[in-house]
Every structure is written in structure tokens, then in C-alpha cells.
């Protein structure tokens, strides 16, 4: 880590045991325990499966580039990459994982957008590689997969009484995301930075993730 940077604003190492070391330890045997379920034995469990999804959110945030130097944040790098091979498998093995449950989804659809937003700013970043780590390229690859993989469960969503809100939550996600791509093609001049975007904007998502939040703040 480097020494220019204050001890204060550096995150916490896994070595010192506390509640980062056990939070990656719980999300790593989640996914074992996952990828060595069968997968018709998944859907019996739907529920437990939820409930780790909503734990994701806790994930602490990357900070952009010119706060703190990439290889300053394994704790946070750890956790995103863990993070998101666990949500990526849980959407694909677990049948309607998030049914009923329309806030988590954009919830989660919603941090993986930002973490993405971040990762792209750090992709252009002069980021020497570091064995056991991924690189921004890297992770980036792979939120932007588990965001599509959300999506596509939810459009898949076979339950009855929970596909047609599921499917109308895909085509809200779409649309939005559409919009502020719009929004962005159509500023003239140079706009104010860093700008703000919000993909949900509802008072139920915005308290999901404000929430998940303070208990993230701990973490990393």
C-alpha cells in the first residue's frame, strides 16, 4: 500500500480477523456451497438463496480513481470479485431466485450499474497487475456479465404469479437505463463532474441500498 496515503482512509486487512475477514470467508462458502448443490436441490432452499443475494448488497464500494490506488483496495477488490461469482451462479442455478422480491432486484441490478460506472472510469487507469487480484478490465467483465444474467432470470421468471412483474421490472430497468443514455448523448456541453446517475430512483430501492450501506461502511 502506499505510504503517501493516510492510515486512517486505508481499509481494514483481512489479517486482523474482524468482520471483513469473516464476511469473505461467508460469501466463499456460500458459493461452494452452491456450486456443489445440484441444482434441483436449489429450488427447495429458494429462500435461504434469497436472503444471501440481499447480504450482497453490504458489499463495500470501489472508490474511483485519484481517491484511493487500485492496489490499495484489496479488501474491497476481494469482496466485489467473491461478490460477483456468487451472485452471477445464484442467478443462474437457482430457479426464480428473485421472484417476489421486485425492490432486491433492482436493488442489486442498481449496484452492480454503479460498480460498474466505477470500474470503466478505472479501466483507462494505469493499473499494474497484482497476483490474486483481478484488474479493473477483469472485474469489470464480470459485473457487467451479472448484470445481464440478473436480467435474464428475471425475463425468465416462470413462476406464474411472480413472471409478469418480473418481466415488467426488466422492461423498467431497460427503459431507464435507455433514457440515461439518452440523457447523456444529448448534453451540449461539458456537464458538471462527477455526475450522478440513479437507475432506480424509487423511495423502497433507495432505502434498500442506503441501508446495505451504513453496514458496508464497516466492512471496507
Known sequence: MSSQIPPSSLPPTFQENGEPAHFLSWMEGQLSELLSTPKPGLKNTRANWLTMAANLLHIPALAPPGVLPWNAMHEQIKFNEVGLALLYNAALRVPSLLAGDPVLAQ???SM?????CILDLWVDADVPPEEGYLGPSELYTRAASIGAALLRGLGDEVLPEAGPQAREIVRELVN???????ELLSISEDPDMPMELEICSTPEVAARLKAASKVSGNLG
Open 112 to 116: 452492480i450499474c454503479a460498480l460498474c
Open 107 to 109: 436493488a442489486l441490478f
Open 176 to 182: 431507464r437505463c435507455l433514457s440515461i443514455i439518452g
